[in-house]
């Protein structure tokens, strides 16, 4: 079952091999259609490596071209693509439009010499002359001429309509789908829905026309890595180098784990001298050790020119190893081969072929046919080495033929990836699921899809560190990667996994749980029955949750208030109400002019007040004492004093002997005494009485005339008057006193 599932991956991967390495991150609405404007400035950046230059649409692309095409070079500046851009298939002039001059020595040309990264992004609908206006120039491409490095840039549908220059007497076309001529590496670009339909005048000698699906030419000691084209190229002149990915690769210069699947369709004429492959047109011509083709692959089909293969039209210097052809080839005006067109035919040329193999079937109607190179008995002078062929080419083989034959069944299995390894596994062929591969192949992203489906969708929940980190791991993601680099690509995914389980919660929000807590702790608790159940849910709050515990931190500051909404106060303290009560209730009201306030005030006295409301039930107590306070006692009962006074004014005071006795006890009459001190008054009253009944008369007057009408000691006669006298003026004296004191009482 694996191993099915394995194949089926491995051939989604063979099929998707030239298709766009689109950042998967962006979606259909992050492209920017170009209106054929342009920018006064890019979008950002500064042109270093830690700020570079930010292009985000197509205004400031053409901004770009603008001024290069000004003379701006750009040299060692730094570009990066932030939005995939559609250019509308509105015309477009190459990044630096002119390069004959630079050709032949002189200095009026343009190129940009920077740093330019698409981070992934597509530029789209690139359109260069049209069918029926072809754009005639020098160089043709998105860019014209490069200096420097272009890198994880994708273009999708490149359509191109060129028509080569003459200059100084040469024609001089140099055109790619990506870059015309490039001076500097390419690494991890792909051109995928290429058109590209180019012509060169009929006079003229083609010194410098050179026709690739991602580049025409490649200038000395540069690299190409990891690459790809799909799509078809239309040759018209018969002249030239032309190749799938590329025209001509310059001396010591390389291409690695590169791939195209172009159908290259050259006019036939052996004339012009056509150098046609379905990889590369042919090298430079100059034998260099270091001018190497390595692990890479071509899959179109090749029709015409003068020297065609299904991988190079021509040798002339290459060094081309652990590579394979699956295209057919046919209609070469001059010789044609499944592998290779034509060897060199000067001494200088020498090249290479190892561990090569090619599946294609050689046919049409020139007799200069051959099985895998083209290399006769008179010119045969690169080396052929552990190299393979398809027996269906039987028919065309010749006896120079240094190639091996083999059925195609048995180019497919693991000892045949054996044999192209020779002994050494660095050479990078593999078998994998039924499938010979050289590493050009594209690298397995199926596990990246799925750690970057395992993302949260989610990542707010998250601290921003860690999300930080996890958008790193995905930003680190490089697409379009080559087999050979799976380990890297199943690092990515690892990477991304990794961030995924290194993910931290954010904290749970604790403000709520903070804003009940602080209120409990401003509550007084000797103030309510029972705060134990308060204490208990604080006590209770655990302070590691995250935040997708939300809910039970929540339900933690939800506890403290319920707690505190079902605390219960203490009663109020009445102590002082009720001892004033009590001190109302020992009085007696009826020794009062108003008793009512003290009434009233115990009446008023509630008794549900809590701790809180103790103030007012202390008022109560206050109102209570306060009404106490404010009685006034009735006025003592003066009948007595009244009466005594009246007695001793009814007397005469000469007739006693010494009256002062009486008037001092008359004096001595306190006016004002409340009912309280009645004692005192009925004292008065009786200090008076005491006072009058000691008096004593003077002796009766001698005078003539008088008699001595006073009793006689020892005289009773008029005893019984006395005693009579005596009991009517006390019953008289009670009777009034009692008959005041009910009028008092009943007011």
Known sequence: MKKKILSLLLALCLVMALVPMTAFAEDAQNI?????????????????????????????????ASSVNSGETYEDKYFVLTANINLNGLPWTPIANSFSDALFGGTDYRIFAGNFDGKGYTISNVSIGSETTPF????????????????????????????????????????????GSSAGSIENCHVTGLAMDMSAPSNGYAAAYWVGGLVGALDGAQL????????????????????????????????TYSRSDVTVNVKADSRGGANVGGFIGKGNGKTDAETIIRNCYATG????????????????GLNIKNCYASGNVSQAAAAMASFVGTDASDSNY??????????????????????????????????ITNCYFAVENLGIKNQNESATEKPQDEMKNE?????????????????????????????????????????????????????????????????????????????????????????????????????????????????????????????????????????????????????????????????????????????????????????????????????????????????????????????????????????????????????????????????GKNITEQTEVDAMAKAIEDAIAALEKKPASTKPGTSDKSPQTGDTSNLALWISLLFVSGGAAIGTTVVSRKKKYNR
Request: glycine share 10%.
């Open 350 to 383: 020498y090249g290479s072929i190892t561990n090569c193999f090619t599946t294609g079937i050689v046919t049409g109607s020139s007799p200069f046919r051959y099985a895998f190179a083209e290399q006769s008995s008179a010119t045969k002078r690169s080396e």
């Open 32 to 64: 920017n259609v170009w209106d054929g404007s342009t920018a006064a400035a890019f979008a950002g950046g500064t042109g270093t490596a830690e700020n570079p230059y930010q292009i985000a649409n197509g205004a400031e692309l053409a901004y770009l």
């Open 224 to 255: 190409i890595n990891e690459c790809s084209v799909s799509g078809s190229i239309t040759e018209k002149a018969g002249k030239g180098s032309i190749g799938g990915l590329i025209g001509e690769l310059g001396k010591a210069a390389k291409i």
């Open 415 to 671: 000892a045949f990836a054996a044999a192209l390894n020779n002994g050494d596994n660095s050479n990078g062929w593999s078998f994998v699921n039924g499938q010979v591969l050289c590493g050009a192949e594209p690298a397995d992203y199926s596990a990246v899809e799925a750690a970057m489906a395992a993302i949260p969708t989610d990542l707010t929940v998250y601290t921003d560190e860690s999300v930080a980190a996890l958008n790193t791991a995905v930003g680190g993601v490089v697409r379009g990667k080559a087999f050979v680099s799976q380990a890297n690509v199943n690092a990515m995914a690892q990477a991304i996994e990794d961030a995924i389980a290194a993910l931290q919660y954010k904290d749970a929000d604790y403000t709520k749980v903070d804003a009940a807590i602080a209120k409990a702790n401003a509550l007084n608790k000797d103030n309510y029955k029972d705060f134990s159940a308060v204490e208990t849910a604080v006590k209770a709050v655990v302070r590691d949750k995250n935040i997708t515990e939300q809910s039970e931190v929540d339900a933690m500051a939800q506890a403290i208030e319920d707690a505190i909404a079902a605390l219960q106060y203490k009663d109020a303290d009445y102590t002082k109400v009720d001892a004033a009560i009590a001190k109302a209730n020992a009085l007696n009201k009826d020794e009062y002019k108003d008793f009512t306030a003290v009434e009233a005030a115990v009446n008023a006295v509630v008794r549900d007040r809590n701790i809180t409301e103790q103030s007012e039930v202390d008022a109560m107590a206050k109102a209570i004492e306060d009404a106490i306070a404010a009685l006034q006692y009735k006025d003592a009962d003066y009948t007595k004093v009244d009466a005594a006074i009246a007695k001793a004014n009814a007397l005469k005071k000469d007739d006693y002997k010494d009256f002062s006795g009486v008037e001092t006890a008359v004096k001595a009459v306190v006016r």
């Open 136 to 179: 005639e120039s020098d160089v043709f491409g998105l860019f014209g001429a490069t200096g420097g490095k272009i890198s994880n840039l994708n273009l999708d549908t490149v359509s191109i309509h060129g028509v080569a220059k003459i200059a100084s007497g040469y024609v001089v076309g140099i055109a790619g789908g990506l870059v």
């Open 301 to 316: 089909n090749v029709t015409g020119g003068a020297y065609t293969g299904g991988f190079a039209g021509g040798l002339w």
